[in-house]
């Protein structure tokens, strides 16, 4: 019996948990990327970073002077927006930040080999609150 109450107990709490747990919603950076395929699955280019620069918010990345980058899609810049384009740290100096997917300002590396060209134009989206085209923050 004195299971039970406490089955019951930690059902209640963690379902009033689940309705005080909010999201932010964060605005898109973006309307189009453009991708090498309908994925974004293909790296476009290699670039490497020619200065460091701090991740503003969970949809960035860090990147430090000197790290190779793969891009996966850039962002076709709205009016009076600054390019952006996503991608993820590839260095062996730099162990413990390959792997993470981001943006980062498309003015701070240089591009070092052309994989595919970025043909395919793709319509952005917001899936829910906490996910800004399908990256969970």
């Not at 898109?28 to 991708?35: H, M, T």
């Not at 990147?63 to 709205?78: F, N, T």
């Not at 943006?103 to 994989?115: G, Q």
Request: aromatic share 10%; charged share 20%.
């Amino acid at each position: 019996m004195v299971q039970l109450l406490h089955f019951i107990f930690l059902i209640s709490v963690l379902g009033s948990l689940h309705h005080t747990v909010n999201g932010i919603a964060m605005e898109k950076l973006a309307n189009k990327k453009l991708c090498a395929d309908e994925d974004c699955a293909y790296a476009i280019s290699l670039a490497k970073a020619e200065d460091d620069y701090i991740a503003v918010d969970c949809r960035f990345i860090n990147i430090r002077r000197g790290q190779l980058i793969y891009v996966y899609s850039k962002l076709v810049p709205e009016e009076g927006a600054g390019e952006f384009w996503f991608g993820n740290v590839y260095n062996d100096r730099f162990v413990d930040q390959m792997g993470v997917l981001g943006y980062f300002p498309s003015n701070l590396v240089k591009e070092t080999h052309v994989f595919h060209k970025g043909k395919t134009e793709i319509m952005t989206t917001v899936s829910s609150v906490l996910v800004v085209d399908n990256i969970i923050c």
